[in-house]
């Protein structure tokens, strides 16, 4: 059963920073407590990456730094009136953070959005996290440059957007299913619209339903999807009540959609 703790993944990068800050105004939103972990292990050398040589790695010096990341965390969510934690795990951050995800009901982890081979290395935990975490997990991305700059506040502190807007990503599935509770009861929280959007890749000749015979009325398929959804998110809404909510079901794959809606969204869930 999933905890009232919020884990945040840090490392001392500006990203996780940036990550720390939305958990940090998570957990006093719903008067969470909040645990820093960092997590670190010893690079690893072939023999011929080392060309006849050694290195010597200080383990007790590493770890020390860990440390030192995940206090400074844990120093700035107490500052801020938090009860807060600072945890170091020896081992891959993913697999730390996936293990500590047992005992929370959220885990934030930031990352660069960069793009190219060099972030398909650094982003493997924002990659493989919320599909094995054991509860829900927010992956906050950071802005780069003048923008980044643009959002700071006079102390260098980056300012987080306010939350007015969630998208939340429905499919039919028990998955998609989960992800609308949670969007609903996060609506809930921050007073937000709740946009559910549904994707239906039935386009001529593009989409995965474009074998679909010619005499298929696909206006006729698009409205009962919509219909579906629609009925999905009144059960659900009576669970969670004064969420205003509106339904978007659109020709095409649920990735495409949401990466566009993400645009204009403060929150996206989906399910994993």
Sequence with gaps: MPGSQIIV??????ASSHAL?????????????LSAVCSYSLPSFTVASLDGGYAALDDAAIASAARQVSEDARSRAA??????TAQVIAGDA???????????SLVVVGTRGGSGFPERLLGTVSSALPAHAACPTVVVPYRYGAE???????????RLPAVRRIVVGVDGSATARAALRIALREAKLWNAELVVVGGVPIASGSGLLAWLPATVDRTQVMSDVRSGVERVVQEFSQEVPGVTTKVVVIDGTGA???TEFSGSADLLVLGS
């Design 9 to 14: 993944g840090v490392d001392g990068s500006p």
């Design 21 to 33: 800050n939305w958990a940090m105004r998570q957990a006093a939103k719903t008067g969470q407590s």
């Design 79 to 84: 500052a801020a009136g938090l009860t807060a």
């Design 94 to 104: 993913a697999g730390a953070l996936i293990e500590a995800s047992h005992g929370a």
């Design 148 to 158: 980044a700059r643009d959002a700071a506040g006079a102390d260098g502190a980056d």
């Design 256 to 258: 495409e959609l949401l």
